[in-house]
């Protein structure tokens, strides 16, 4: 394997080390994202420029005997919906092609600068995050790596699908109803959605405010932690940011034998979601081989928790879209206009009650929390299914495709919890995750755990077969 | 409690409500915000069927911590 396609640590050790200089190594990058990106479309945009002059700095840093910081010389990329000084911020839309490029780069974007790293283009993504699948109108499907005729996932779909192609080591995404976690199962990588208000969203295109995530997507544990702890930290420009001591993960402990674990039930398994409900046993068994105490649980009043989650995210992107829906409502994607038109109509006691409820919703599984530590639930309902697909069979009943695949991850994001996502190793062909969930703030606990499923085998993200270069 | 939206109420709803948040749902894009609309009802049908005391605080959204929990049990 070239160089460029080691993980996130592996590349950083080498550049530190000398072995590869950053300029090199970003050279080799972007050559690569040149040839393979057409077959994916997961970069919507690369910034050669730029990212040279980053790796050049790193390089000069390491030249004089100062330290570039923990990830030197790591390329990254970032969904378009992060804002990059002098570049537009599409947020995978049509409307913001006029829109004036940004000023700045987002906080997050910055911090991972800070740290060595090297911006080298951004992705793509469903139009204005409210998406599951992966596909754009506008930019095309962003395509899946382990079989290019199928979805991504949405609506990081290029953080996904780039990191499964082999084209970058690490990316951000962002998820609000599991934006970061259903692409992460599709394309078998690993993705962390902290605690709502843990990381800042200074300088992102907002989608839903209230429950807005950002995250980084790696193709290791290990690698996943070491971003976090860098991408850690307050900051007073994102108003849902809490100020909170940084807690860093660090060393993952990864001896999870006294910890208890639920294994999701009820809601969360589904006749007909074979695929899902195989990985659970076997994730079950897994942790129990590892020493963990492994019980059934049901999440209380997850449904109406989700249906909460629907109705907020409808009315609050509506509201964020009021004046371009009147302006320019033909020149959104169809399916997202009438999303967002019909958000616009719902009745204002349908979006207190779902707040009132969400609430209520997290105040009950912050007590399941108190009896487990960790809760295991599928993170999609399926394996990645061909772009184009409108419905989801299950069993004999045909459902619809779209908001369907958010099924499991919603129920989550709607309490703001930490949630690692992690790729198992099946015997499919196609990948699959599940989630690994704590209670709010404990991402230290959702990552020794998926760092211990890692360690055993159980899990575990590669690149696929087709774009590993020798 | 709500009840099911019907595809007759659904347009009834688009004719009336949009007039008065100012937003013009034209006729080619009826089908699709009729179908969004019975699939919110049917979230908010959910959302109401679970009993709630008042809910009188602004709707923002705080995080909430499990305390007392097996790390951290409440003093006595």
């Known amino acids: 394997m070239n160089e ?3 993980g996130v640590a592996g590349i950083a050790a080498s550049v530190r080390s000398g072995d590869i200089s950053a300029t090199d190594l970003i050279n080799q990058c972007l050559g690569n994202i040149g040839l393979k990106n057409k077959r994916v479309n997961a970069f919507t945009m690369t910034l050669e420029q730029r990212a040279q002059e980053k790796a050049s700095q790193v390089d000069q840093e390491i030249k004089r005997g100062m330290d570039p910081g923990p990830l030197a010389g790591v390329p990254f990329a970032v969904k378009n919906l992060f804002d990059v000084e002098g570049v537009i911020t599409r947020a995978g839309a049509k409307i913001t092609e006029t829109d004036f490029p940004a000023g700045a780069d987002a906080t997050l974007v910055a911090r991972l600068e800070s740290a060595g790293a090297v911006l080298v283009g951004a992705l793509n993504m469903g139009e204005f995050a409210y998406d599951f699948t992966g596909e754009n109108i506008h930019d095309g499907a962003c395509r899946n790596p382990w079989d290019t005729d199928r979805m991504a996932g949405g609506s990081s779909s290029g953080s996904g699908s780039a990191l499964a192609a082999g084209l970058v080591p690490l990316t951000l995404g962002t998820d609000t109803n599991g934006s970061i976690r259903v692409p992460s199962s599709f394309c078998g990588t690993m993705g962390l959605k902290p605690t709502y208000g843990r990381l800042p969203r200074t300088g992102i295109y907002p989608f839903c405010d209230s429950l807005d995530h950002v995250g980084p997507m790696a193709r290791s544990v290990t690698d996943l932690a070491l971003v976090y702890d860098v991408l850690q930290g307050f900051c007073a420009g994102d108003h849902a940011c809490v100020n909170r001591p940084v807690q860093p993960v660090g ?9 208890s674990i639920g294994m999701a039930k009820g809601y969360f ?5 074979d695929a899902a409900n195989r990985i659970m046993r076997s994730a079950s068994a897994a942790l129990s081989t590892l020493g963990a105490k492994v019980e059934d649980v049901e999440v209380p009043l997850v449904r109406e928790g989700r249906s ?12 964020l879209h009021r004046q371009r829906l009147l302006e320019r409502a033909d020149d959104f994607d169809p399916d997202t206009r009438d999303r967002f038109l019909a958000g616009s109509l ?19 599984v912050a007590e399941l929390f108190r009896e487990i530590d960790v809760l295991i639930a599928p993170a999609t309902p399926c394996y990645a299914p061909e772009i184009g697909s409108k419905i989801l069979k299950v069993g004999g009943e045909a459902l619809p495709l779209r908001p369907n695949l958010g099924y499991f991850t919603q129920p989550f994001s709607c309490i703001g919890l930490p949630v690692c996502s992690v790729s198992v190793v099946d015997s499919g062909a196609l990948p ?9 703030w404990r991402e230290d606990r959702c990552l020794a755990v998926a760092a211990a499923l890692e360690q055993a085998g159980f899990a575990g993200a590669e690149i696929a077969p087709e774009f590993i270069e020798h | 409690m709500t009840k099911e939206i019907t595809k007759e109420d659904a347009e009834l709803m688009i004719d009336v409500v949009s007039k008065i948040v100012g937003i013009n749902v034209e006729e080619h894009q009826r089908e699709g915000v009729v179908q969004n609309l019975r699939a919110a009802a049917s979230m908010a049908e959910l959302t109401f069927s679970v009993p709630l005391e008042e809910f009188v605080a602004a709707p923002v959204f705080v995080p909430v911590e499990p305390f007392p929990d097996k790390s951290h049990p409440a003093k006595t």
Request: proline letters at 2%; charged letters at 15%; hydrophobic letters at 50%.
């Open chain 1, 432 to 440: 699959m995750g599940i989630q690994v969930v704590a209670a709010a």
């Open chain 1, 346 to 364: 719902l009745p204002a006691g349908w979006y207190v009650r779902a707040q009132a409820l969400r609430q209520l919703y997290a105040t009950k």
């Open chain 1, 4 to 6: 460029h396609q080691k």
């Open chain 1, 269 to 273: 398994h589904v006749d007909g979601f």
């Open chain 1, 251 to 259: 060393e993952l402990q990864c001896d999870i034998s006294r910890l």
């Open chain 1, 308 to 319: 909460a989650a629907f109705l907020i995210t409808n009315a609050e992107s509506s509201a």
